[in-house]
């Protein structure tokens, strides 16, 4: 929920809990988003919206010309790319979720390997903590199996926290929207590296889902200790839910593309291609290249073209209008397995 009622005031927060505290404390993991190990950003989003108010459904809101008891906020591109504003973003609502993809996929690299931004706030009064609003992380490496990241509330749960109410992120661990607007959450693939189904070298999927903070076991989120999760609740607001700004890349394979390309697996004609012009495709070395996906891929990291590869060869039509140079075609088959060829277009 966006919630502009607090001033960008920096207050120190006392902490309470055993894991990391709030941006700028001593010991945050917090990312700012200037920071440079990002090196990339989400491509392509899919936004399934909540409702403002799940244990209600037929409460509504009104901005507008519009009125509906989904969250509605913001568009699916508002998370794409650099994360401008607080206002950048799209919400999610009660238990919506969004699907982000990248241009390159997302490794597992040293450190973290990517961070969530959210626009929580910083609170003005006592007990000066924060305004959070929470969801989980799920990632895939083919777009359809997802992995959950192992979350902890600590929050206490007798007592429900309002929809204007605070959090003590020292609580809180692995579930984005730990930190204030401008701040990442961080997360680390390692940690899923005994996950089946999951290439953690091969990140094309980050799914969030937001967190139903309403302490009723009808309703509620829970984290992977069996925790119920208390975050503010209600928001039945247009803004409802978490506020999606972005997710930023740390470790990615367009780190290493260019010099790790697989030129064996694809035959391309021409090589250099025109504008305007069609591009074959077709397997070399009885590799076959059935039931793949591709996209293609500005040296800016930038998806040009996207589609799929049906058949032992394909023609791609290249647009009239695309700028010239180095792009790469990056493929992916049923089996997870991936190839990146180097294409020059004039």
């Known amino acids: 929920m966006l919630f502009l009622l607090f001033p960008a005031v920096v207050f120190t927060i006392s902490a309470q809990g055993i894991y990391a505290p709030a941006a700028g404390e001593p010991g945050s993991t917090a990312i700012h988003k200037d920071s ?8 392509n989003c899919a936004v ?43 919400s999610l609502g009660d238990g919506g979720s969004a699907i982000l993809e990248f241009a390159f996929p997302i490794k597992n690299g040293d450190g973290y390997d990517f961070a969530i931004f959210e626009n929580g706030l910083k609170a003005s009064f006592p007990p000066y903590q924060c305004f959070l609003e929470l969801a989980f992380v799920e990632v895939s490496s083919d777009g359809e199996r997802f992995i959950r990241f192992p979350s902890v509330s600590a929050t206490q749960t007798e007592t429900q926290i309002g929809g204007f109410d605070q959090l003590d992120p020292t609580y809180i661990h692995n579930l984005a929207g730990k930190y204030i607007a401008d701040y990442g959450t961080p997360f680390d693939l390692e940690e899923l590296k005994d996950s089946a189904n999951l290439d953690i070298n ?20 829970y984290d992977s200790q069996g ?3 208390n975050d503010p609740w209600p928001t039945s607001f247009w803004t409802g839910g978490f506020d999606l ?13 260019v010099d790790n390309l697989f030129s064996d697996n694809l035959n391309l004609w021409p090589n250099p291609v025109s504008a305007g012009g ?24 930038t998806v040009v073209i996207t589609g799929n590869i049906d058949d032992n060869q394909t023609v791609i039509s290249i647009p009239q209008n695309i700028k010239s140079g180095l792009y790469f075609i990056y493929t992916i088959n049923s089996d997870g397995k991936t190839s990146t060829n180097k294409l020059m277009i004039k």
């Open 36 to 43: 440079s190990i990002i090196v990339a950003w989400a491509t």
């Open 48 to 90: 399934e919206r909540g409702y403002i108010n799940i244990a209600d459904t037929t409460v509504t809101y009104t901005q507008g010309d519009i009125t509906s008891n989904f969250a509605f906020f913001g568009h699916d591109s508002l998370a794409l790319g650099y994360p401008e504003t607080n206002m950048t973003c799209v």
């Open 202 to 221: 091969n990140i094309t999927h980050i799914k969030i889902i937001d967190v139903v903070g309403i302490i009723n076991s009808e309703f509620s989120s």
């Open 227 to 229: 925790n119920m999760i």
């Open 245 to 257: 700004n972005a997710v930023g890349v740390i470790n990615s394979l367009q780190n290493n593309v």
């Open 278 to 301: 069609n591009l074959n495709i077709k397997s070399c070395n009885n590799t076959g290249i059935s039931d793949k996906k591709f996209k293609i891929i500005s040296s800016q990291g």
